[in-house]
């Protein structure tokens, strides 16, 4: 129980770190977090209940925020944000 409430209250911190230093949408971010864990777009969509094409819609969205053209770059541009956070 313990383990899943540390879990969550780490994802509420890295969702409002992304959200704030990156100016995004509360489900950009969770986008952003859950391709960190999965890296496959379907995946993200069946872990938040999205169909792949708002997944994919959120990707452009996050790459134009980000200035990066890859999702690869995203990812890397994510790790360093939250890697700042002490865990």
Request: net charge neutral.
């Amino acid at each position: 129980f313990l383990c899943e409430l540390n879990h969550h209250a780490e994802t509420q911190i890295a969702t409002r770190l992304l959200r704030v230093a990156l100016d995004l949408t509360p489900t950009e971010a969770a986008v952003a977090l859950s391709l960190r864990d999965n890296h496959d777009p379907m995946l993200v969509a069946l872990e938040l209940g999205l169909a792949i094409s708002t997944v994919r819609s959120h990707l452009k969205h996050l790459f134009h925020k980000t200035e990066t053209t890859r999702q690869s770059q995203l990812l890397r541009l994510v790790d360093r944000l939250l890697s700042a956070v002490p865990s």
